[in-house]
């Protein structure tokens, strides 16, 4: 007995639309794109609905999901901890920076008030 052509037809558009499916995966994937659900689906031309009833894809959209946000969340941290470097050794040159312009003026006032004591131009006394 021959099989029906409706059944063989619905079959063959099944497996087209899965391996467009896979190849628009695969494709976001390889281009470091976000790999979710609605990407994947207007890639390949298919609704996302149906994206979620094969399970083997479906997987594969969650596991690659989850790689780029663990891997984007390893990337934040690392730029985090160089920019928190990058203020610390900042605020580090500002306070030094302070510092020495502390002593200059301490230094200089130091010598207006020798001179005005020498000159007679104290105020105070």
């Known amino acids: 007995m021959r099989p029906d052509?409706?059944?063989?037809?619905?079959?063959?558009?099944?497996?087209?639309?899965?391996s467009r499916?896979?190849?628009?995966?695969?494709?976001?994937?390889?281009a470091g794109a976000?790999?979710?659900?609605?990407?994947?689906?207007?890639a390949a031309g298919?609704?996302?609905?149906?994206l979620y009833t094969q399970p083997d894809i479906s997987s594969q959209i969650r596991r690659l999901r989850k790689q780029t946000a663990d891997a984007a969340q390893r990337s934040t941290d690392a730029s985090l901890r160089t920019r928190l470097a990058a203020a610390l050794?900042?605020?580090?040159?500002?306070?030094?920076d302070n510092a020495r312009?502390?002593?200059?003026?301490?230094h200089a006032?130091?010598?207006?008030?020798?001179t005005r004591t020498r000159t007679g131009n104290n105020p105070e006394g």
Not at 89 to 96: G, I
Not at 101 to 106: G, N, P, T
Not at 109 to 114: A, D, F, I, K, V
């Open 5 to 18: 052509p409706l059944s063989e037809a619905a079959a063959r558009r099944h497996e087209l639309t899965r």
């Open 89 to 96: 050794d900042r605020n580090k040159q500002l306070a030094d």
């Open 21 to 30: 499916a896979v190849q628009a995966l695969r494709e976001l994937d390889r």
């Open 109 to 114: 006032l130091g010598g207006q008030r020798s």
């Open 34 to 42: 976000p790999v979710t659900f609605a990407g994947v689906a207007q």
């Open 101 to 106: 312009l502390r002593r200059q003026r301490a």
């Open 46 to 50: 298919v609704s996302r609905s149906w």
